[in-house]
Structure formats: C-alpha cells, structure tokens
C-alpha cells in the first residue's frame, strides 16, 4: 500500500473535502553505493561542526541564515507556525482551463485519495465536474515547510494534483536564445520539408510503448563487469547537420519517412509532391477527385494523389 504523504482538505466553495496526498509515481534509478578508487571501502557523508570537527546529530541542527553579521535560526515549529492554514489544507481559489496552462509549469505529480468511504460522493462530485468542464483547480498549500502553487486536476478515476512552479520560477527563453534565436529564421521549402517528416512521423501517444533502456544498460554494464566480461560500448551520437547541408539532410528525411509510412509503401512518382504546398496538393486531389481530402495530413494527401495519379497513368497505358 503507498505511504500517504500529507493529510489534510480540498477547500472548494463552502465544501470541504478531507484528502491524503500520495506519491503518483516511483523513481527505477539504479542506486550505487559511493567507495574509494581502488578499494571496497565505502565513503560516508557526516554532519560536522565546521569549528569543532565534531559530528552533530540530526535533531540538534536548526535552519539559519546570516543577516547583517548575526546568525537568524529558526526552529521547524515555528515555521510550522506561520505556515497558511497550518499546511492542512488545499484552497482552490479559482477554476481554469487545463489548456491554458503552459507544460512548463507542471513540476511533480500527486494521486488525491478521500480519507473515509463517506467521503467518496464529495470527491467524485468534484472529480466529475471538473472532468466535464476541462477545468482544473488553482490552489496553494504547504508541504515540507514549502508553499506550492497546485492545479487539481480530474483523472479517470481519481483527482491528481499537480504543483507548479510560481511564474517568477519561470526562467525567460529569451535570455538563453537572445537575438539568434528570432534572426535565424527558415526558409519556406526547409519549412516545408520539416513539417512533412512531422506530419510522416505523427502517431497516437501511448506510452506503454516506451521504456527506461539507459537503466536497462546500466545493470547490462554492472552484470557483464560482475562475470569479467568487458561492456559494449555503444553508437557515438550523430553529429551536428551543418546549416550548408540542412536542405539535403531535410530532404532525406522525407524520404526515409516516407519509406516507412503506412507499411512502407513505395509509389512511383513523376513529380517531387514535397516541391508543392498543403494548397496545391488540395488542389490537386480535387482535380482527381480524392474523398476526405479536407481531413488528410499533407504526408496522406502526397500518398493518395501519388497513389491516384499512377493509378492513372496506369489506365492510360493500358488504352494506348
């Protein structure tokens, strides 16, 4: 059974719902041990008074900081003190739309679980309603002695709470791009390759699909070394595509994503359909009467008007 982290209440209105926070996921990192090079002894980490050289025992250290010389401590009951509605309760202040909030925002993921069987119809109330309206709740609380900015949200079957980083957390882009990053700007055909191999490569998110293969050669790497057998070492990461070759490595790309599309399919064509815009391979699929052109990607279209156009050079042959 999961450890609840936190006890305390959803505020909604004038309805209070009691809760327990627990962890929504788990971390598969290998964890090592620290030793000296060359040894089996292992490296331990102590709490040491800087002055004495002494080892200070955990209940004996208080939080501080230096202000104008002095040395300020405080003490985990006193801040516990201060702390909004006693760090037991989480105070939804307003509803938005969970479209509007930015990912990068998103920090870490909660599961909220009611306390008591009695409490479920409150719960599933406001799991529901939310659900139904994409909306999330805005909220703050306080959790290990830090006030966190949360957006409670309405899953399939339980209510996640999501903290999030407060807006003066979120760093500008703007000062790690500077001016480069709006200056250098594409040209029409590289856009329109790059959009192609998106629209070729675009697929449903199932993420089952995905798995920790890093981990998976870590323990490889530490079981081979156990039996006294050298690791393989993998591929060296590609290198960087030089701005001079950035059409032609677009290029490729487009057709190696066609090449694997729908069961890679191959059609002969007479004509480079990437050389043409979104518009004109419309166009051109109204001319050879395409169905459900209005609702197909680019990289469907170029299939079926590469599939329709063969298919009628093929019956003009066969009526020559």
């Known amino acids: 059974m999961p450890r609840k982290i936190w006890t305390g209440s959803i505020n909604f209105g004038l309805v209070t719902i009691p809760v327990g926070l627990y ?3 788990e971390d598969h990192t290998i964890q090592f041990h620290q030793y000296e090079r060359g040894t089996t002894d292992r490296i331990r980490y102590k709490r040491v008074n800087e002055r004495t050289g002494e080892e ?4 004996d250290i208080v939080k501080g900081r230096e202000i104008d010389g002095m040395v300020i401590t405080v003490d985990q009951s006193e801040l516990d003190e201060i702390a909004p509605g006693r760090s037991r309760t ?3 202040t307003t509803f938005v739309d969970l479209d509007e909030i930015d990912p990068v925002f998103f920090q870490k993921t909660y599961w909220l679980a ?4 009695e409490h479920f119809r ?3 109330l406001l799991r529901r309603a939310m659900h139904e309206t994409n909306q999330v709740g805005i909220a703050t609380f306080v959790l290990r002695g830090k006030q966190y900015l949360t957006a409670v949200r309405a899953e399939d079957s339980a209510l996640a709470l999501n903290t999030l980083f407060f807006a003066d957390e979120i760093r500008d882009p703007g000062e790690i791009l500077g001016e480069a990053g709006s200056s250098a700007a594409p040209s029409d055909k590289e856009l329109q390759m790059a959009t192609t191999i998106i629209e070729s490569m675009s697929g449903e998110w199932t993420p089952e699909e995905y798995q920790d293969t890093y981990t998976a050669r870590v323990e490889k790497l530490v079981e081979e070394k156990a039996q006294g057998r050298a690791p393989e070492a993998a591929e060296a990461p590609p290198q960087p ?3 001079i070759d950035l059409t032609e490595a677009l290029r490729r790309s487009v057709d190696q994503a066609r090449q694997g599309r729908a069961g890679k399919k191959t059609s002969a064509r007479s004509e480079d359909l990437s050389e043409l815009s979104k518009a004109e391979l419309e166009d051109r699929a109204k001319q050879l009467g395409i169905r459900g052109r209005s609702k197909m990607k680019r990289a469907e279209l170029e299939d079926a008007v590469a599939e329709a156009s063969s ?4 019956r003009a042959r066969k009526a020559s």
């Open 241 to 243: 595509t030089d701005v």
């Open 23 to 25: 962890a929504a996921t």
């Open 56 to 59: 200070v025992g955990y209940n």
């Open 311 to 314: 298919g009628g050079r093929r």
């Open 90 to 92: 989480i105070d939804i």
């Open 114 to 117: 009611p306390n008591s069987k």
């Open 122 to 124: 409150p719960y599933n």
